[in-house]
């Protein structure tokens, strides 16, 4: 997608697309390996404050790895600079935005009681609470 909108941009030409699949899929195989690896697709993370970072952080080692392999591969008379750096920002900006939905609607299913799960009972003070439970879950336990 960033490389066929960069080059229409461009150079009012789409490009090859057989590149821009093999660039896209490899950067995202990678991608979601590293994300998988990391933890990262469990929904306690899809709650928390710090999994943009952590996307976008691996969303970078991505595509440092890509523009890596490209240059070891020495194919990067290929690829334009310009239509790696749009699908890097492109991709990073997809990626964020969809976390950012799906903990939207993973927030509404859990209010709305549509997640079912076993039921516990937490005995502790708010410190013991807050690391075993998500947040919206403490406030809960205290009654606010």
Do not use: C
């Not at 490209?70 to 699908?87: E, Q």
């Amino acid at each position: 997608m960033g490389g066929v909108t960069y080059h229409i941009l461009a150079f009012n030409e789409v490009g090859s697309l057989s590149e821009y699949l093999g660039e896209g899929g490899n950067a995202g195989l990678f991608f979601v390996l590293l994300m998988n690896s990391l933890g990262l697709y469990r929904a306690s993370i899809l709650l928390s404050r710090g999994q943009l970072r952590a996307v976008a952080g691996g969303w970078l080692v991505a595509m440092a790895t890509l523009v890596g392999s490209l240059f070891l591969l020495k194919s990067t008379a290929y690829y334009s600079r310009g239509g790696l750096i749009t699908f890097a920002t492109l991709g990073v900006t997809f990626l964020l935005g969809w976390r950012v939905i799906l903990a939207a609607q993973l927030r509404n299913a859990l209010a709305e009681g549509q997640v079912n799960g076993r039921r516990v009972i937490l005995i502790g003070d708010e410190a013991e609470l807050a690391r075993h439970s998500p947040p919206q879950s403490v406030n809960e336990l205290r009654g606010a």
